[in-house]
């Protein structure tokens, strides 16, 4: 199996998270502003079945293309972090993804369309 650019894998997450109506979806490219990782996927549910749903599709999806992350937060599911080496997806209930605020601390990172990912 060939192996997939961070890009790739990146648009593999979002496609997955978008199948199971993650709302609002943010990808922040990191490249050359952090070693972290390439891109951030940074995506809110709307309950717990719902952050859990949108991670098992992600898992599943890279899986088939030959990428295990490494996962933590599943079981409170206020945030589920996918450490996939060179993608980081962030999967959040509303109140906890507004209390983190990633995007403000990320805000170096260059926000990006799903398009922009080849």
Do not use: C
């Amino acid at each position: 199996m060939a192996q997939l650019t961070a890009a790739q894998k990146a648009k593999i997450a979002y496609l997955a998270l978008d199948d199971k109506k993650a709302e609002d979806v943010r990808i922040i490219s990191l490249t050359g502003i952090s070693t972290l990782a390439d891109y951030f996927l940074i995506a809110s549910g709307n309950n717990v079945n719902h952050v859990q749903a949108m991670v098992d599709e992600v898992e599943e999806k890279l899986g088939r293309a030959g990428y295990e992350a490494r996962i933590e937060g599943y079981q409170t599911a206020g945030w589920i972090l996918m450490d996939f080496g060179d993608i980081v997806v962030h999967v959040f209930s509303k109140d906890d993804r507004l209390f983190y605020d990633l995007e403000r601390i990320w805000r170096d990172g260059k926000s990006i369309s799903p398009e922009d990912l080849q």
